[in-house]
């Protein structure tokens, strides 16, 4: 990654199941609030259901906002019924994928190979990865929060990452859509413990990878998360379906 690029923040927006065609809007008015200046500056995503995603690839147009897809399957293609390949999703315009998302890895039963072998299906692709890792709240009272964000971000960064094409987001399960926001002091922790680990992983390649934070990250209190070291911009649920927060919470970044 170049200098002027090395840990661009990005703000990522997860709509998750909601979004029928009438959100669309919500695209521009994002580019009208944000203009050309903020999205020059950072790398600012949606992640829609995959019902809108080539809809509002052609709605975001050459305004810089980029968009990617809440899953892929590990294959290619095949007999999967419901399941969208990373190849698809690159074919209607996504640049980005999140896998290993904690609603997944709990509704799924997502194992952290099988996140594994996802990624590794969206850096073939020629997505961008974005691997989520995160404790339950049961996890951190019994002490485990460090050796589980651990063993996730061990068995689940892909083969072959780079700060290129592989982003980390750490998310608190117990801090998701809960208004619940872990203390700067506990984000700063774990970023500092995953940004170790990815060193250790990757070497050179992952120096620069960027970790974000998700977890009711909201307007309010995204300009102190986002100041933190280690932080590298955010994964935000509740907060991205309205463009005017969403626009507030890029804005909190202060354009660095
Ligand atoms: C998420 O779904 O990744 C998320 C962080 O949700 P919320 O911002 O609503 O907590």
Redesign the pocket.
Known sequence: MGLDMARRKLIAG?W?MNGLQSARKQVQDLITLQGGEMLAKLDVLLCPPATLLADMVRDAGASGLHMGGQDCHAEDHGAHTGDIAASMLKDCGAAYV?VG???RRADHGESSAEVKAKAEAALAAGLIAIV?VGETLHEREAGQAFSVVGGQVKGSVPDGATAENCVL?Y?PVW?????KVATTDDIAAMHGHIRELLDALGGTALVDARVLY?????PGNASDIFALDNVDG???????LKAADFSAIIDATNGR
Do not use: D, F, P
């Open positions: 997860n998750k999140i998302h904690s609603e989520c987001a998310e801090a998701i859509g809960t208004g998700g977890g009711s990250v909201k955010g994964l935000i649920g509740g907060a991205s």
